[in-house]
């Protein structure tokens, strides 16, 4: 009886680990999406570029995300400017 209950204990010790090891190596993994299209127009995809860099501010809370992208500095450096600042590039 003493052997079964041992056991048991192990059994669920091991499994409290190992739920544990599985979630720092999810935490661990990056995730990645790509977004490709062949059908966009420039200002499409400066307007796509301006709202997944308002999704990274939203998401700063949570998670760190990071953007790449051909000249996406100068589209959200000229895209969040105010009217009312000069116009730099």
Request: zero cysteines.
């Amino acid at each position: 009886m003493k052997k079964g209950w041992v056991n048991t204990f192990l059994k669920q010790v091991l499994d409290f680990y190992h739920l544990i090891s599985y979630i720092y190596r999810m935490k661990e993994k990056i995730k990645k999406v790509t977004i490709t299209s062949k059908n966009i127009t420039p200002k499409q995809w400066s307007l796509l570029l301006l709202e997944l860099n308002l999704v990274k501010q939203a998401w700063r809370p949570y998670a760190t995300l990071d953007l790449s992208a051909h000249g996406l500095k100068k589209v959200i450096r000229l895209g969040t400017r105010r009217h009312d600042q000069p116009h730099a590039l």
